[in-house]
């Protein structure tokens, strides 16, 4: 059975700082990539980061700069540093396992900016 770890949500002042955590367990495929979507009221779901099983990053251009994704020493942990907060980061955070057979998500964690 696979299971998700999500922490690290909660409410924060703009200009202020969170760290997500993520681990996944029970996944049998290997995997290629984890990450971290978000999905704001009204919003689809949109990536936010990733990193590869090699290390390689992408993040979003409104991300740039402010948060840091990095793999955990777990297998399939990941981690997502995000500072200088905007009101506009306010979204559920998705963790996710992007896998040679199906992807797998996590169940979310709130994140939320006070401006």
């Known amino acids: 059975q696979v299971q998700f770890v999500e922490s690290g949500g909660g409410l924060v002042q703009a200009g202020g700082s969170l760290r997500l955590s993520c681990a996944a367990s029970?996944?049998?495929?290997?995997?290629?990539?984890m990450g971290w979507y978000r999905q704001a009221p009204g919003k689809q779901r949109e990536l936010v980061a990733a990193?590869?099983?090699?290390?390689?990053?992408n993040y979003a251009d409104s991300v740039k700069g402010r948060f840091t994704i990095s793999r955990g020493h777990a297998k399939n942990s990941v981690y997502l540093q995000m500072n200088s907060l905007k009101p506009e980061d306010t979204a559920v955070y998705y963790c996710?396992?992007?896998?040679?057979?199906?992807?797998?998500w996590g169940q979310g964690t709130q994140v939320t900016v006070s401006s």
């Open positions: 029970g996944i049998i495929f290997s995997i290629n990539a």
């Open positions: 990193i590869t099983s090699d290390g390689s990053t």
């Open positions: 996710v396992a992007l896998s040679t057979g199906p992807n797998y």
